[in-house]
């Protein structure tokens, strides 16, 4: 945990760098303010990982350490070289239930902003499974959330890390979203021990294009067999053409309520999932 906080740390100051300059203006063009920049704990990981590496051999951490982490990996080419996991990407830290950095996630530049011209690699990368990072257990955001959650918010579960921070930003604060795989049974079960009592009923929000529905009939297979008495999940579908980032640049906070309010119960999704196309 202390060697992912130093990490994290070193990643925030890279974003701040006169020569990342780009990097920052990148996520404030995006409608990031400051404040959610910083509250979220966002950074960049630079190209070259020699000055990451020597800052956690100063600190005291091995090889085997920083190997552990999962932020370098063995090279296959240099017998004995370690090189970085994350490379001239935007990092999204990603924390346990109690707050603690465990893994983080990596987004690509776009190719204006010195991101690669290149296609092939990538949008986002995460974090490899490591002793304390789990992909199908844990949730971005899901530390933050909890106290909102207990507040009596909607608790929204989105796509991907942007989602998360523009929903936050928009005053959603109990958004969540999973990391980089479909939603899991064992997501599901940690969002509901999260939630109040009398109100766990997460609402799960997909794009409103096929590979949306796509991705709700899964949650739904995968909600059905765990639901219990007060323990439910809700679905929604943004406009067509829409992610909650863009759809709250473009028609506000409402837009957003909207959707929410037209969510739909476990009964009425698998209604329309069995009668489709009769």
């Known amino acids: 945990y202390d060697l992912m906080e130093t990490a994290t740390a070193y990643f925030e100051q890279q974003l701040y760098a006169p020569a990342h300059k780009k990097n920052l203006s990148y996520l404030q063009e995006r409608g990031l303010s400051k404040e959610t920049i910083k509250s979220f704990r966002l950074g960049f990981a630079p190209a070259n990982g020699d000055e ?5 051999i100063k600190k005291g951490y091995s090889i085997d350490d920083i190997l552990e982490a999962g932020l370098y990996r063995k090279s296959e080419r240099t017998k004995g070289e370690i090189y970085p996991f994350f490379r001239e990407r935007i990092i999204f830290p990603v924390t346990d239930i109690q707050g603690r950095i465990i893994a983080f996630g ?6 204006s902003y010195g991101g690669p011209a290149d296609k092939s690699a990538p949008k986002y990368i995460n974090s490899p499974e490591t002793a304390i990072f789990h992909k199908g257990r844990n949730l971005y955001g899901l530390s933050r959330a909890r106290k909102p959650m207990g507040d009596g918010e909607p608790v929204i579960v989105v796509e991907g890390y942007m989602d998360v921070i523009a929903l936050a930003q928009a005053g959603f ?13 064992t997501q599901i079960e940690e969002l509901w021990k999260a939630m109040p009592e009398e109100s766990r009923n997460p609402v799960l929000c997909f794009d409103g294009d096929t590979a949306g529905q796509r991705a709700a009939s899964r949650a739904l297979e995968r909600a059905l067999p765990i639901l219990k008495p007060d323990h439910t999940v809700r679905f ?40 489709k196309g009769r």
């Open 236 to 275: 929604a579908f943004l406009p067509e053409k829409h992610d909650p980032d863009s759809l709250i640049k473009d028609e506000g906070r409402g837009a957003m309520d909207r959707v929410i309010q037209n969510s739909i119960g476990v009964l009425d999704m698998l209604w329309a999932e069995e009668t």
């Open 52 to 56: 990451l590496k020597n800052l956690l």
């Open 173 to 185: 604060l109990a958004a969540v979203a999973p990391l980089g795989t479909a939603l899991t049974e």
């Open 106 to 111: 990596g987004r690509i530049l776009p190719h």
